[in-house]
């Protein structure tokens, strides 16, 4: 098997429009949670979302070309086209071999914002229907990765993972095995999601998984708290490049970690709920550490999935003591969508980045807005409340579960000769 590791990275999170805004946003426990802007929510039980801030999306993409995709697209070109100049590809591309470089970009839903739109054009209109010749390309899943490809002429692998929450981790391990088989030398992997929009408030709030905490928005992501009552939704994206090592040592890359594991399960058990004692978030992470030849005792850092739903915290925490065992009060635990809230199908991509960023910068992200402890947590684990902790990260996991009982997780490692 080849050796993987992580050349470049791009960042458009609710805290932070790129890499370094969003490791200071992680360094110093930033709420990304604010008002709806986008749409007039005052008529929700929901009215406020971690939204990126200030994006302008001509300022990256030409004018006619951003009218042509939905907002999650425009959230994929900017983050690969940062993450493929972080790599240093962009002034060596015409040296490369663009048959085997490939892009895998996950979405949970798409483009929900083109969709919505269109759908409510009609139904207020005359009935006629005259749809937009380019709805269809706006809206599909797998579209921002076909764009990110043309963009740059990449030729290899190329396709779109839809697995709930857990799609852009999953695009992060089919990379990372198509890269370690031999397949391509080269695959930008990551996410983008933009349902800051009234279907997507008003789907969420019609399940009962939003935080409707109007009156303390900044604060209503409370992951492990006593009083946490849903999670906040969020959007953006984020890409990692993932390249062969050798591939990498010869053009001279800078490189910012290993990737050495990733696995995924299914929970067999619910639509939308997580099983009760964690059995496939245990399993996943279990198999996670086998493939990466680690054990638990290797990791430093656990990125949670950690939404901020009362079932789901716990499930997690059961699991992670499942599979760590004494381990586990050694371990610095965190959930970043304290403070990014909750990105769907792009959370594993911008949990890997704050991985990565730990492991570079030898800090931990903290879990904000802790008030009140659980007592059905063992208040002995470290879960980093409220603020960052500097430690030494020499291996991250990071966990990603979706509805449907899909589960992920990804090992970053370090890097070392």
């Known amino acids: 098997m080849k050796r993987v590791v992580i050349t470049g990275i791009g960042a458009l999170t609710p805290i932070g429009n790129n890499k370094e805004e969003y490791l200071q946003g992680l360094k110093n426990g930033i709420s990304g949670a604010n008002l709806i802007t986008q749409f007039d929510a005052s008529e929700f039980k929901t009215q406020f979302a971690c939204e990126v801030k200030n994006f302008d999306p001509e300022a990256f993409i030409d004018r006619r070309e951003a009218r042509r995709i939905d907002r999650f697209s425009q959230f994929a070109l900017v983050t690969a086209d940062e993450a493929v100049t972080d790599a240093g590809l962009d002034s060596v591309l015409d040296d490369l071999n663009k048959d085997r470089i490939g892009v895998i970009w996950g979405s949970g839903i798409g483009g929900l914002q083109s969709l919505e739109k269109e759908i409510t054009e009609y139904a207020t209109g005359n009935g006629i229907p ?111 490049i993932l390249e062969e090592l050798e591939h990498a040592k010869k053009r001279g890359a800078k490189i910012y970690a290993e990737i050495v594991g990733g696995g995924a399960t299914a929970d067999a058990y619910h639509i939308t709920a997580p099983h009760p004692e964690g059995l496939g978030a245990r399993n996943v992470m279990k198999i996670t550490l086998e493939d990466a030849k680690m054990g638990p005792e290797d990791i430093d850092y656990v990125n949670v999935h950690g939404t901020s739903t009362p079932l789901g915290d716990i499930a997690e925490v059961k699991a992670i003591q499942q599979v760590f065992g004494e381990h586990a009060y050694k371990l610095n635990i965190s959930s970043t969508k304290s403070m990014t809230g909750h990105l769907l199908g792009a959370a594993g991509a911008i949990e890997a980045i704050a991985c990565i960023l730990a492991i570079q910068h030898s800090f931990i992200p903290p879990t904000i807005n802790h008030f009140t402890d659980d007592p059905e947590l063992d208040n002995k684990l470290n879960l980093t409340f409220n603020q960052a902790q500097e430690r030494e990260v020499k291996a991250a996991i990071s966990n990603t579960f979706g509805f449907g009982g899909h589960n992920s997780s990804v090992i970053f490692k370090k890097w070392e000769e």
């Open 130 to 240: 005259r749809y937009n010749p380019f709805m269809i390309p706006k809206m599909i899943s797998d579209i921002a990765a076909g764009h990110i490809s043309i963009k740059y002429g990449f030729r290899g692998v190329n396709y779109a993972t839809v697995s709930a929450c857990a799609s852009s981790s999953h695009a992060i391990i089919n990379a990372f095995d198509y890269i370690r088989l031999g397949r391509n030398d080269i695959v930008v992997a990551g996410g983008s999601e933009a349902t800051v929009v009234k279907t997507g408030i008003g789907g969420f709030n019609a399940m009962k998984a939003l935080s409707t905490r109007n009156d303390d928005y900044a604060t209503a992501s409370r992951p492990f708290d006593l009083d946490r009552d849903g999670f906040v939704l969020g959007e953006g994206g984020g890409a990692l």
